[in-house]
């Protein structure tokens, strides 16, 4: 029998707090409420995005798609966590485009020169670090956008965002023993796809 998401007792977090009083408000018909937890979740959204689609323009239409999608439903919240809500929908409308291009098949994960998606690094960059980071991105994204979908949203909420597996369970609605399962082979697939280009991820 395969095991049960059970809930991760967490301590009071103020920016949930201030998530749920803005929705509330939004729920109420507060149009700048909503546009407030645009603003604080948009970056975080679009960065997550784009690590599943692995193209910086279909993640702005997922986002967008998401926060549409969420301003529809607020009835629908009822959580603790406005911010896990919003991820939820993002990978639903992340993956709903994936499937899309996959019928209209493109240039999947093209290498590009810049990665707008990711933090810059407000010091002076070293030429070869900075060099080796852009070889870094572009390989894992080309060796992300070869994993199966759920592949990689398990990987991306696990490695990136910081989730454990309850909580990708209950984000992704499948068991425990199926996030498990999906992060394992996930990283089998990496590490075969990777393997021409470890060299990079040594120190």
Known sequence: MEEVAQPVERPADPSRERDVRLAR?????????????????????????TRL??????????????????YRNLGAFHGDSFRAWLIRIAINTSTDILRVRKRRPSEPYPEREDEPWEPRDTASPDPE???????QSRALSAALGELTDDQRA???LYD??????????????????TVKSRIHRGRLALRALLEDSMELFRD
């Open 25 to 49: 408000r939004a729920r109420e018909g507060d149009l700048d409420a909503f546009n407030q937890l645009v603003e604080i979740h948009q970056n975080h959204l679009l960065a997550l995005s």
């Open 53 to 70: 689609t692995g193209d910086v323009e279909a993640a702005h239409d997922a986002v967008q798609e998401a926060f549409i999608r969420a």
């Open 129 to 135: 670090r900075e060099a080796i980071r852009r070889a």
């Open 154 to 156: 398990a990987i991306v």
């Open 160 to 177: 990136v965002e910081g989730f454990d597996y309850p909580e990708i369970a209950r984000l992704t609605g499948v068991s425990l023993g």
